[in-house]
């Protein structure tokens, strides 16, 4: 049986690491994939934007201690390909979502996965990924 995928976004890791709401959602994600019953994906591109929110709100040094929490987390961190980063540009161009949103929205495509987010951007893409709402 295949294990259950799902693709996080700033907005999921942001509720995690900040303990907001979705924070105990995401936790159930990440104990499934401790276990090895899912797999959890995280594009680059969104990570990046967890790092420039962190660094902006809080300063370099919390973005290292950031960093190296999200480095021991069962999340599988997926480069933008050439393909990956057309496919965002085609879902860009489609749609009125954040560019960043569109890398999430594109590797939920390839993964066959679901987006786990809380932003409300992702309602317009709804017809195009399934979406985990926290």
Request: net charge negative; glycine share 6%.
């Amino acid at each position: 049986m295949k294990k259950p995928n799902y693709v996080v976004d700033s907005y999921a890791l942001m509720a995690y690491l900040g303990d907001e709401v979705g924070a105990e959602q995401v936790k159930a994600l990440l104990r499934q994939a401790q276990g090895d019953d899912a797999i959890i994906y995280l594009s680059l591109i969104n990570l990046g934007e967890v790092a420039y929110i962190i660094e902006r709100r809080y300063g370099s040094e919390r973005l290292q201690e950031v960093l190296a929490i999200l480095a021991q987390l069962p999340i599988t961190t997926i480069e933008a390909s050439f393909e990956l980063v057309l496919a965002a540009a085609h879902v860009k161009a489609q749609h009125a979502v954040s560019y960043a949103d569109t890398f999430a929205i594109a590797l939920a495509q390839e993964k066959g996965a679901p987006v786990v987010t809380g932003d409300p951007e992702f309602k317009k893409v709804e017809h195009l990924v399934q979406v985990v709402w926290l």
